[in-house]
């Protein structure tokens, strides 16, 4: 496996690394078992350079699904966190489809106690997700338009459009929420999120919690990542979403 300093990462990793994970993700069956893929493939390969060793903390794919396209797993999830308020067969919910990370807990997304299924049935909900909100707003995605799924509200949308979501110091940062139990817990330097357009309704992000300092130069490489990771994953978006994602851990 090909390595990268995150510290210096450059166009030239970007290259070699778009690459790396095109040939990680060939041949996976659902999005969820790409998703694993990619986001070992990301948490083992970007190094630090003091170290030698990954500079993730932590790697997570998330998706938006109708509700009605979850599992009965996933829908209990999701009910859970409403509480009191009723969930629509058509409410947007945004799925953690994989996770890499430096505790065995946080490389399974069943083992997640607050992110497997969040629901997103108002603005109000939305606007507590500052990460997600900040990608939206940067691709030109209304939060309107990502909870009535109308295909009317984004047609406006450069669907090739990606956006990268970058806070070079997480420590007091207004947008990185769980700041002492998580990341002065754990060490987080900086944070690099990147996402897009999935189909014509849904959106996918990644997001990479760094012990490492990552520059804005490096972060907006990621736009680019992105892109290859959006080719991977469209294809299985549609009614190839979730499988067995066991068989993605054997690019460990």
């Keep these: 496996m090909v390595t990268f300093n995150l510290e210096d990462f450059a166009f030239a990793d970007m290259v070699a690394l778009g690459t790396a994970l095109r040939d990680v993700c060939s041949g996976a069956e659902s999005l969820q078992e790409v998703g694993q893929r990619i986001v070992r493939h990301l948490y083992d390969s970007l190094q630090s350079k003091e170290t030698g060793r990954s500079a993730c903390a932590l790697v997570r794919l998330f998706a938006t699904q ?7 797993d996933l829908q209990r999830f999701a009910t859970g966190m409403l509480g009191d308020a009723p969930a629509t067969p058509r409410m947007r919910c945004l799925v953690l489809m994989a996770t890499a990370g430096h505790w065995p807990e946080w490389n399974s997304p069943e083992c997640s106690k607050g992110h497997r299924a969040i629901p997103l ?3 109000e909900v939305l606007a507590r997700l500052p990460m997600i909100s900040q990608l939206l707003s940067q691709m030109g995605i209304s ?70 300092f990552i520059s804005r130069q490096a972060a907006e490489l990621f736009k680019t990542v992105g892109l290859m990771i959006r080719l991977a994953i469209n294809p299985l978006a549609t009614d190839r979403v979730f499988g067995n994602a066991v068989g993605a851990l054997r690019s460990r």
């Design 66 to 72: 109708r509700f009605e396209q979850l599992d009965r």
């Design 121 to 123: 049935p108002s603005e």
């Design 143 to 212: 939060s309107r338009a990502l909870l009535e799924v109308d295909p009317r509200l984004v047609l406006d949308v450069d669907e090739n459009s990606l956006s990268v979501f970058h806070v070079p110091e997480a420590v007091g940062s207004p947008y990185v929420p769980a700041q002492s139990d998580f990341v002065v817990a754990h060490g987080i330097r900086s944070v690099v999120g990147f996402g897009g357009l999935l189909g014509r309704n849904d959106v996918f992000a990644v997001i990479i919690f760094s012990r490492t």
